[in-house]
């Protein structure tokens, strides 16, 4: 079990339900150690201001965890957390080890810019 105030996705249909119900997921899956707690907390000082962007953990050693595991883009990837950033039910970036809030800011405003319309 993950010790974090986020949302736990502990299955693979979770996971699959999570992604197809929300436009913009940040999923973060990794264990309780120092290059992924950093990145917990990043996401759980988001949340308030990044509404429109549904954040949540899964454990890295959980069997079912292979549906962030296994998917090519983190093939290479040599250290965890690894972080999933899904929009309409589609992988549009994926990154690995700590982040920092400035990087993690970067994406999500990169990735889940708001629509404004004028």
């Given at each position: 079990m993950l010790y974090t105030n986020l949302h736990h996705v502990m299955t693979a249909a979770e996971h699959q339900k999570l992604?197809?119900?929300?436009?913009?997921?940040?999923?973060?899956?990794?264990?309780?150690?120092?290059?992924?707690?950093p990145v917990y907390g990043i996401m759980e000082d988001l949340e308030e201001?990044?509404?429109?962007?549904?954040?949540?953990d899964m454990e890295f050693d959980n069997p079912e965890a292979y549906v962030i595991r296994d998917v090519p883009e983190v093939r290479g990837f040599?250290?965890?957390?690894?972080?999933?950033?899904?929009?309409?039910?589609?992988?549009?970036?994926?990154?690995?080890?700590i982040q920092s809030m400035s990087q993690v800011r970067a994406i999500l405003d990169n990735e889940f810019a708001p629509v404004t319309v004028s």
């Open positions: 992604i197809n119900e929300n436009q913009n997921v940040m999923i973060c899956c990794g264990r309780m150690g120092p290059m992924c707690i201001e990044y509404k429109h962007v549904k954040f949540a040599m250290g965890i957390p690894f972080t999933m950033y899904y929009k309409n039910g589609k992988l549009v970036k994926a990154t690995s080890s």
